[in-house]
């Protein structure tokens, strides 16, 4: 018989097994993989570069970082004559003892609403020039 018989059907190309490198073999000890280190290592993998740029910015912890905004607290003119001491002084103790502002006011400025009862001395507060005005027509200082 001169034809084609099964036991002379042989495949076109050989089935070749992938090489295993690193595991000594025909390659020499290291096979391939150089020595020591993190590419001569079963399993390796290198850490995403992600990883080590977030490690780089500084950690914000708690809210010390917060911004806290200035409170300021504004008193009409016309309100303030009726907390002023026996001398005619207004100034920020006054009105801390007064009861008009808390410790934790950051800044106290008088405004010009209303009309003041008497004439009084105003210190260490900020003045609008409105108000101003008003105080000293009447008779009283800004210091």
Known sequence: MNGMELHTIG????????????????RGTYSGRG??????RAGRRIRP????????????????NTRRSRTILEIHLGRLGHFAD????????????????????????????GEPSKAFTI??????????AKIEAKGGKVK
């Open 35 to 40: 020595q020591k280190g993190q590419h001569s």
């Open 86 to 113: 026996e001398g005619g002084v207004v100034s920020k103790p006054v009105l801390l003892k007064k009861g008009l502002i808390g410790r934790t006011t950051d800044i106290v400025k008088v405004l010009s609403g």
């Open 123 to 132: 210190e260490g507060i900020p003045v609008s020039k409105g108000a101003k």
């Open 49 to 64: 570069a992600e990883r080590d740029i977030l490690s780089k910015f500084p950690k914000l912890r708690g809210t010390s």
């Open 11 to 26: 495949t076109q190309s050989k089935n070749r097994s992938k090489r295993r490198v690193g595991r000594g073999g025909k």
